[in-house]
């Protein structure tokens, strides 16, 4: 009878393992990932809007992923237990993916998808968390919940020049400027 009881315990510890492990393989991260970022130089984007004689500003995909990985970079430790360790955003429209590579205080690593609405509140851009993904499972909110991030659009201008509006497309962000 011991030695039955022994059996099924030992099947069942083997079984838990084993869908331990496969959670950990299904959430390990499929790309690698960091939180490097270049510099977007607001005075270059100024001499662009000189030449197209518009008092517009186009921020590509690319820029804003800078933008937003400087953002992120500032605030890795998501909460006491999790850390971001890498990122890249998609952008479509007022729409936000990060691709994140997360390290949870047991040292397990985690790949997500943070979805994010964008939105312009003058003179700051909002981005809000909407979910989490790990794969094709949805994370229930309770879980993770971000606070969201503020993006000062305006920093670097001269004192001359404000951002009158953003329009939110396909490929980047248009920024409007107005003299103050």
């Known amino acids: ?7 099924v315990l030992a099947v069942l510890l083997l079984l838990l393992g084993a869908a331990g492990y496969a959670a950990i393989r299904y959430a390990k991260p499929t790309e690698t990932l960091n939180l490097d970022y270049g510099q977007v130089s607001v005075l270059q984007k100024l001499l662009e809007m000189v030449k197209i004689r518009k008092p517009d500003v186009h921020i590509s995909e690319r820029e ?12 890795a430790q998501l909460t006491p237990n999790v850390v971001i360790e890498g990122a890249r ?16 205080a ?5 790949g997500a998808t943070l979805d994010f609405a964008l939105a312009w509140d003058a003179p700051e851009l909002i981005v809000r968390h909407t979910g989490t ?3 094709s499972w949805n994370v229930p909110a309770s879980w993770l919940q971000l606070d969201p991030m503020v ?5 670097g201008l001269p004192p001359l020049i404000a951002v009158r509006d ?10 409007s400027l107005k003299l103050n």
């Open 166 to 175: 953003i329009r939110f497309e396909e490929d980047g962000i248009t920024v």
């Open 151 to 155: 993006v000062k659009i305006d920093d």
């Open 133 to 135: 993904r790990i794969r």
């Open 1 to 7: 009878m011991i030695r039955k009881a022994m059996y």
């Open 64 to 75: 804003l992923n800078d933008i937003l990985k400087k953002q992120l970079a500032d605030r």
């Open 106 to 110: 047991g040292g397990v690593r985690i």
């Open 89 to 104: 955003f998609e952008q479509h429209a007022d729409r936000l993916a990060a691709y994140v590579n997360l390290k949870t």
